[in-house]
């Protein structure tokens, strides 16, 4: 018996048991429950054309489902959380099992969550697997927006996208602090109190604020039940709204993918929702969920039993944000304190105010603002549904890097205080350290940022002109040595070919046909100086022209026998090259240093 007959008669084997019978018309007992739910909603349609719909493979796409997840997360878990949580602070003596704590006084909030983390089983294990998905539900959407940005998915036609990440990001910093302030511990209670006293610095109206948000004076009885309305209610319905809203979007514009073979602005090489995505997500799903729950079983945080409940007149020491919004304590530490001033009887404390209040709306204006900026600048119209390789985009990259630079020395900045202490420093030395970094150290990220994507663009030039050092030495039939560069594929090649590279924009006269002065010509000359700021160090792509030149000695076996002259400033065969002295990697010969 011949190898194909036995692999035929196995495969036959493992298939004996398949069922062969007709399928049940209508589709059986799941087919009727469809067919009756598409007559009477008509989602036929709908549900096809999701399980159709195609998604690209990468790993980076991801991050975006992590904080979908995330989000999941915290809504099961939120919900068990608020069957034993008591938002109230009313005085209450605790009794608990927790005997440090037993018999002192302490809100019933306070008392609800030690009730929660020790008497309660699995208590603790959801509090901290709802306090680490939280933090992991913020972090998955910054880098998710730094994914976007970097690769240029903010552009025609998901600007308004980006600005839904935008407000969701916003959003979950804002969710988070609220959370994290109802335990009404020592540490939360803290937080609270600087919060009271960032609505105070507003001008005029900050009393007034304050007063209504807690009911009367600080602390008042009024700030966590309003707090627990706002953050179980009111920011949920929000954030599930954004969240739907933005894969709405993304089904409608359809999915970003990374340049390679077979990919055009026109289609998307993926796979379907059914049944491969469905599967890989749904396995995503409890992977995130698996290691959550890991993390929080083994690490603990906010550990309220050990700092007490609050107390107006105490505070915790080296007390700390969470980290994201460790960059707004850092601002108002490095603000300079001439920002305060007295002004028509009135204190004017800016110091507090920009900081704390000013700082977040104006940054957030400022990343919104800039997809429609950039389109400004080059002119593009397009719609873009491949992404571009940060290193194409030298000068985007580099201000989003100066941007990271900015958050993360404002973020170093919120624990001045902490590295004075254990590195024994003064705080003022590290402070104005830091102020000084805070200006100059994001002009030297973007000037290195930029260059590094310049130079990298330069060598998958060269790499695509000359191919790939193999480490093969060839010998000539003049006795001169050379390495056998290796060709790419077109595989390979593609995706350092296959991108745009804007030329700046021309300066157009700033007169009309008739000799008068066009109103547009001042705002055209600033286009096209921001033009020639984004795009005048550009390296453009290989054509295919260039490429064919690059590798015009198909039968160069034969050339060098017959033209051994013309090998010797020619591209040997195999890939390997002859370098001239006038090229960057080339040295002189006795005959070039002659000339």
Not at 263 to 286: E, I, L
């Amino acid at each position: 018996m011949s190898e194909q007959t036995k692999a035929r008669s196995t495969a036959d084997a493992l298939r004996a048991d398949d069922k062969k019978d007709a399928p049940a018309a209508g589709g059986g007992p799941v087919g009727a429950v469809g067919n009756w739910l598409d007559e009477r909603t008509g989602a036929a349609k709908g549900v096809r054309y999701l399980m159709k719909k195609v998604f690209p493979d990468h790993w980076s796409f991801m991050l975006g489902e992590i904080a979908m997840y995330s989000l999941v997360i915290l809504l099961i878990s939120g919900t068990f959380l608020t069957f034993w949580f008591v938002p109230s602070m009313g005085e209450t003596t605790y009794t608990g099992s927790y005997v440090p704590l037993k018999g002192m006084q302490m809100s019933e909030a306070f008392a609800s969550t030690v009730n929660i983390s020790m008497d309660v089983k699995g208590g603790l294990l959801i509090r901290q697997i709802h306090h680490w998905s939280a933090l992991i539900f913020v972090v998955s959407i910054a880098l998710h927006m730094f994914r976007v940005f970097f690769t240029g998915a903010f552009r025609k036609p998901r600007e308004i996208n980006w600005i839904i990440g935008l407000l969701l990001a916003m959003l979950a910093m804002v969710e988070g602090f609220i959370g994290y302030s109802l335990p009404d511990d020592l540490l939360s209670g803290t937080g609270i109190r600087a919060m009271q006293g960032f609505i105070l610095s507003i001008p005029v109206v900050g009393t007034y604020m304050s007063y209504i948000l807690f009911g009367g004076g600080f602390p008042g009885e009024d700030i966590i039940p309003r707090f627990f309305t706002i953050h179980v209610l009111l920011l949920p319905a929000i954030l599930v709204g954004l969240f739907t809203a933005h894969i709405i979007l993304v089904m409608v514009h359809k999915h970003t993918q990374y340049p390679g073979p077979g990919r055009t602005n026109k289609n998307v090489v993926g796979f379907p929702m059914m049944p491969v995505y469905a599967a890989k997500a749904g396995g995503f799903f409890f992977i995130v969920f698996g290691v959550t729950a890991l993390i929080s079983g083994l690490v603990s945080i906010n550990p309220i039993w050990m700092y007490g409940p609050y107390e107006p007149t105490m505070i915790t020491a080296g007390s700390q944000p969470d980290w994201y919004m460790g960059f707004a304590d850092g601002a108002l530490r490095l603000l300079p304190g001439f920002l305060e001033f007295n002004l028509f009887g009135k204190t004017w404390s800016f110091n507090i105010m920009i900081g704390a209040i000013l700082m977040i709306p104006i940054l957030w204006t400022i990343m919104g603002l800039y997809p429609f900026v950039e389109k400004w600048v080059t002119g593009d119209n397009e719609e873009h549904h491949i992404l571009d390789r940060p290193r194409n985009r030298p000068t985007r990259t580099g201000l989003g890097m100066a941007a990271i630079t900015f958050y993360g020395i404002l973020f170093a900045a919120c624990g001045n205080d902490i590295i004075a202490i254990k590195f024994h420093l003064s705080i003022n030395d590290i402070t104005r350290s830091f102020q000084i970094g805070l200006i100059v150290m994001p002009i030297i990220v973007f000037w290195v940022v930029k260059r590094m994507c310049l130079s990298l663009q330069r060598y998958d030039r060269d790499l695509v002109l000359h191919g790939r050092e193999s480490g093969r030495l060839v010998r000539t039939n003049r006795g001169r040595f050379f390495e056998a560069h290796e060709d790419l594929s077109e595989f390979e090649r593609w995706p350092l070919v296959a991108y745009e590279s804007p030329a700046p924009v021309e300066l157009t006269s700033e007169t009309d046909e008739n000799g008068v002065h066009r109103k547009s010509a001042r705002k055209d000359r600033m286009r096209a100086r921001l033009s020639h700021y984004y795009f005048k160090d550009r390296v453009e792509p290989v054509t295919p022209m260039e490429l064919a030149s690059a590798h015009h000695d198909g039968h160069a076996g034969e050339e060098i026998e017959s033209h051994p002259d013309e090998a010797e400033s020619g591209h040997m065969h195999g890939g390997a090259e002859e370098i001239g002295a006038a090229h960057a990697y080339g040295h002189p010969t006795p005959h070039d240093k002659q000339d």
